[in-house]
């Protein structure tokens, strides 16, 4: 099973600039994750969606801030504009019941 | 107030000895669901141990197991045998049930940075 893929693995814009991160989640799986990670915040989820469903996007920063689930396989986070506060690690995550599995994170840098 | 609470930010331990990471959590929920992550400095988050509330006994994972008392409201995670390979920051984890959900978000304590001594 190739597990959680993220792209890209790192991203370096301008503040201003939009920033697209992609998920694709283990197959089989029907929740979906999107969590930001910093230092002085700690690991936050941003929004989750089950069935391709947002479910509870509250974590969501503000309206700069966008996810979608097209289906089943894919998962986009969008910041337009990104800000240099935005900078952190974002992983996406993706579970079938119990246990919930990560990818390997996008290092997101706004400058 | 925090629901996830772990009180030692660093840990030192010997290779080959035991470490024990304390975790407390606080919910009124009957159900939830209590994880392990072990994230190195390479930045993944893995997957360690979960524990259900409703679990009768406590989960293990190889070297890892999570002690869990359940009145005391904590799920401490044991390395037996450490390597110097689990060096790492480790995070815990709930879930706590949601009416009518069937999948759950997770709320992630501060997490305790281990260091193994050779």
């Known amino acids: 099973d190739a597990g959680v893929i993220q792209s890209p693995r790192h991203e370096v814009t301008e503040m201003g600039q939009e920033v697209t991160l992609r998920c694709k989640p283990i197959s089989g799986h029907n929740s979906l994750f999107w969590y930001r990670q910093t230092m002085m915040r700690g690991l936050e989820l941003l929004i989750y969606?089950?069935?391709?469903?947002?479910?509870?996007d509250s974590g969501m920063p503000e309206d700069r801030f966008s996810a979608k689930m097209p289906n089943a396989s894919f998962s986009t986070l969008k910041i337009q504009p990104s800000e240099p506060r935005d900078s952190a690690v974002y992983f996406c995550a993706s579970s079938s019941r119990d246990e919930q599995y990560f990818g390997p994170g996008t290092r997101l840098t706004v400058t | 107030a925090q629901k996830i609470t772990q009180t030692q930010p660093g840990m030192f331990v010997q290779e080959k000895e035991a470490v024990t990471l304390d975790c407390t959590y606080d919910t009124s929920d009957q159900s939830y669901g209590l994880f392990w992550y072990k994230q190195p400095s390479s930045g993944e988050m893995i997957f360690l141990i979960y524990q259900g509330s409703y679990d009768e006994q406590n989960a293990t994972e190889g070297r890892y197991s999570l002690n869990f008392q359940k009145a005391r409201k904590s799920a401490n995670l044991v390395i037996s045998a450490s390597q110097l390979g689990d060096s790492a920051m480790y995070f815990c984890?709930?879930?706590?049930?949601?009416?009518?959900?069937?999948?759950?978000?997770?709320?992630f304590g501060k997490g305790t940075l281990l260091t193994v001594n050779p």
């Open positions: 969606f089950n069935n391709n469903v947002p479910i509870d």
């Open positions: 984890a709930m879930r706590e049930a949601e009416r009518g959900g069937s999948n759950y978000k997770l709320t």
